[in-house]
């Protein structure tokens, strides 16, 4: 079975590449650009991952995972950021399996995903 994944991120390019990326791998990709259009991708159809940027344009990412969290309790929830000096005490790692800094080199994003996915 393809695994299912989320990617919510207001920059149209980075949703654009990774798409690509992660249905080139035979993954299947649904895309949101902000926090209300991924809940209501959440509310139509069950995924095993989401890749959620951690400034949405609606809020906060960290505060869309808890929300999937709930919504979808064996998710693995893989968080974006630009900011390379985000504190990991920032993150709940109870909500959060792993985060990555952009730009994220797609071998090593495959790389997570696979792990996360196992």
């Known amino acids: 079975m393809t695994a299912r994944i989320l990617l919510v991120d207001d920059d149209a390019n980075i949703r654009d590449t990774a798409k690509d990326i992660l249905e080139d791998a035979h993954y299947a990709i649904v895309t949101a650009s902000d926090g209300a259009e991924a809940?209501?991708?959440?509310?139509?159809?069950?995924?095993?991952?989401?890749?959620?940027?951690?400034?949405?344009?609606?809020?906060?990412?960290?505060?869309?995972?808890?929300?999937?969290?709930?919504?979808?309790?064996?998710?693995?929830?893989?968080l974006l950021t630009g900011d390379s000096t985000l504190d990991r005490s920032q993150?709940?790692?109870?909500?959060?399996?792993?985060?990555?800094?952009?730009p994220v080199d797609p071998t090593h994003l495959l790389a997570v995903i696979a792990k996360a996915l196992r």
């Open 91 to 102: 993150i709940d790692s109870s909500t959060v399996y792993d985060y990555l800094v952009k």
């Open 39 to 78: 809940m209501r991708e959440i509310a139509q159809s069950p995924f095993q991952l989401l890749i959620v940027d951690f400034n949405l344009p609606d809020g906060s990412g960290m505060d869309l995972a808890k929300k999937a969290r709930l919504a979808l309790p064996l998710a693995k929830i893989i």
